[in-house]
């Protein structure tokens, strides 16, 4: 009975072994085939991490070659949360390496839904590297770059700047993106059962973006916004705007705007200061507009600058009366007279009787205004010319009122009187990489000879004891023009806020330079030929002697 029983038991033993060995046999063929393709792929996920590999940002140097925008050197701390078994502790560890809060490490390290956080972007490859040697679990470094602009301040809101995947986000950086970008590469880090890294296999390259170079000089760049701080510090005035542009090739050689900030820390700087107010702001030019009134007369041959006029105090337009800006009996005065002096009855008056309102239109075309000159920038504006004419329009344009244009549209206007009446669409770009910058469109706009005429009027603005006396520069003839306008509002023109504004070239008898200083809401002074021209004549004077631009004058 014994035996019987016993046996029983062993044949009983023996079956749930065999059972137990089915069900394993069962479950590892289940695996093998069913789930062997998922399994596999969870195991490469623990093994395995994808990584980008980034490509170098081109660098963006000025036209001697000095870098204005490079990438530095960082490191990329990455870690899998699903590595780590004491969190706490290499967070701490983490942290302090870093120099970095332990809070938001600690946070990251212990979401266990992810397999891939960053501790640290773009961190200090020296920091980097002590972390490494900590050999903490589920740690992986990887090469980056970060973007530093090493000149700080200067041509700030013309580089703009690249975020913190090195995309750009303003500037010359979101214009030029895609060439300064690059092609990232891909790569595999395989690691170890502990999470430690162990090999790193490359699938594709990384393709370094181009260098760009510009037309810009940073010593040119710094001074002009050095004496604009200066300017506004003076004048305690909103903010000024200065181009200095080759008036032969288009190229811009300073682009400048105070107050300024530092581009490395352009996130934190207030929006108004990075907005590049040269291409995207327009104001009322005021009597600098006078030479399109000018200039298109001379052109269709109505007037010669000794054309002249008998000249009230005051005029009559429409509802409106329009006066000088200094008081004066009526007199006799030529056209050359008329811009020398700044006198916004003449100027009325010439297109009153010569130009009319589809002169003007036609005219304000031709040089320009009303569309954007197609500078490589992003947000250029237009300008705005009036919507509709009514019978008082004909006494505000041809002095610059009712009318708005950037600072570029203007400075690009002027140098198409320095060159010999060609309007050359102004550039910042010289070449990217080995590729030279598409040639600057270029049109005539003024008759031969009539550049000459308006160059030789406002040689007389500087020199014959006109509105400009404060732009001259010893051993240099200066031709130019003063600007005063009164800024508008929503309701009519504001009290007391007026821009002032200078354009000038250098030397007048064979400009190399073009140069415009505008100075937004002065304090106690109001005119440009007080306020702008003496900033034009330290800009330029500087730029002359950089440039050894020999003088064209004998000094008394």
Known sequence: MKARVVNSRLRLLLLVILVVFAVLGARAAWIQTIRASSLARLAQSQTKIDLQLPASRGTIYDRLGIPLAIGEEATDVVADPMQISDPRHEARVAAKVLRIPFRGVYRELSDRSRGFVYVERKASPQLAAALSKRNLTGFTFSSDQRRV???GTVAAPVLGYAGTD?????????????ALSGTPGRATVVRDATGQAVNTIQQRPARDGRDVYLTLDSQIQSNAEQVLEQTVQEWHAKDATAIVLDPHTGAILALAQEPGYN?????????????DHAVTDVFEPGSVFKVVTVGGALSEHKITPRTAFTLPYSIHVADRVIHDAEFRPTERMTVAQILQRSSNVGAITIAERY???????????????????????PGESPGILPAYWSGSTIGNVPIGQGVSVTSVQLASAYAAIANGGVWVQPHVVDRVG???APRPHRRRILEP???????TMLK??????????????PGYSVAGKTGTAQKPGPHGYIPGAYVATFVGMVPASNPRLVVLVSVDEPRGGIYGGTVAAPAFERIASFDLQYLAVPPDLRLR
Request: glycine fraction near 14%; avoid cysteine; hydrophobic fraction near 40%.
């Open 149 to 151: 602009y090493p000149q």
């Open 166 to 178: 090195n995309t750009g986000l303003a500037g010359l950086e979101v214009e030029l993106n895609k």
């Open 263 to 275: 581009a490395n820390a352009t996130p934190s700087a207030p929006r108004r200061l990075t907005i």
């Open 355 to 377: 130009l009319g309102e589809a002169g003007l239109k036609k005219w304000m075309a031709r040089f320009g205004f009303g569309r954007p000159t197609g500078i490589d920038l």
């Open 434 to 436: 080995d590729v030279p």
């Open 449 to 455: 000879g009539v550049d000459r005429e308006l160059r």
């Open 460 to 473: 007389g603005v500087v020199s014959d004891q006109g509105t400009g006396e404060l732009a001259a520069i």
